[in-house]
C-alpha cells in the first residue's frame, strides 16, 4: 500500500486485558514511531525504532506496554492487563532514513482503544 | 523535558475571516514542524521551519519560526470549510532521529 496501515481500527477490550496493535509501516521505512493520543491532546511519544531494533522506548507509560518489530517492517504495540488509562488512539508513523530530524513522519490512521 | 505550548485551544471563525495559531517553547528549537489532523483522521505534514526568522507560504498558509528560535506561528488568510480540523506544532529536533513533541494543538472551526 502507499501509505501507513494500522489494524485493528477499533479495539474495545475489558479491563484486564491484552491487547495488540499492529502497524504496517510504508515500504523500505527504516524508521517507525509510536504515539499515544488522549482525546483532545496531541501526540506524545512512545517509542522508536530503527528497522528491529528499538533505540528509544523512553515514552512507555509503564512495563505493561511493550512494542517489538522483529524483521524490520511490521510492528506491534501490546498492553497487558489493560486498564482505562490506556484508553486512547495509538498512532504509528513511519520516515525513509533513521537520521530523520528534517523528515516528515507519515501516520497511519491509528487505532481507537476503548477499555471497560 | 522539553515542552511545546500552543495557543489557543480552541477557534471559532467565519469563512472568510483569517486565523492564527501560536506555538511557543522556553528552550531555544533547532527545527519545527507543523500538522494539520481533520476530524477522525490522522496527523498530515505541512511544513517544516529550520532557520531563524523565517517565513514560507503555501498559498493561504503562512508559517513563522521566531528570531530566537523559541516560537512559531501558522497564519491562515480568509478561511475556508476545508481548513477545519486541528492544527499541531512538533518540535523535531530533539533527537537525532526526529521524534515530535507536539502541542496541545488548536482546533479550528469555520462556520459558512
Known amino acids: 500500500g502507499a501509505g501507513v496501515s494500522q489494524s485493528p481500527r477499533y479495539k474495545v477490550a475489558k479491563r484486564g486485558q491484552d491487547v495488540a496493535l499492529r502497524c504496517d509501516p510504508i515500504s523500505g521505512h527504516v524508521s517507525l514511531f509510536w504515539y499515544q493520543q488522549a482525546l483532545g491532546q496531541g501526540p506524545e511519544f512512545l517509542t522508536y525504532f530503527q528497522n528491529e531494533a528499538q533505540l528509544d522506548k523512553s515514552g512507555l507509560p509503564s512495563d505493561r506496554f511493550f512494542a517489538e518489530r522483529p524483521e524490520g517492517s511490521v510492528s506491534t504495540l501490546k498492553i497487558q492487563r489493560t486498564q482505562q488509562e490506556d484508553s486512547a488512539v495509538y498512532l504509528c508513523a513511519s520516515t525513509p532514513e533513521s537520521a530523520g530530524w528534517a523528515q516528515p513522519q507519515h501516520f497511519g490512521d491509528g487505532t481507537r482503544l476503548s477499555i471497560l | 523535558g522539553q515542552q511545546v505550548m500552543q495557543i489557543p485551544q480552541y477557534q471559532h471563525v467565519q469563512e472568510g475571516e483569517d486565523f492564527t495559531t501560536y506555538c511557543n517553547s522556553s528552550t531555544t528549537l533547532s527545527n519545527i514542524q507543523w500538522y494539520k489532523q481533520r476530524p477522525g483522521g490522522h496527523p498530515v505534514f505541512l511544513i517544516q521551519l529550520v532557520k531563524s526568522g523565517e517565513v514560507k507560504k503555501q498559498k493561504r498558509l503562512t508559517f513563522q519560526f521566531g528570531e530566537a528560535k523559541k516560537n512559531s506561528s501558522l497564519h491562515i488568510t480568509a478561511t475556508q470549510t476545508t481548513d477545519v480540523g486541528t492544527y499541531f506544532c512538533?518540535?523535531?529536533?530533539?533527537?537525532?532521529?526526529?521524534?515530535?513533541?507536539f502541542g496541545q494543538g488548536t482546533i479550528l472551526t469555520v462556520h459558512p
Open positions: 512538533a518540535d523535531a529536533g530533539g533527537t537525532s532521529y526526529g521524534k515530535l513533541t
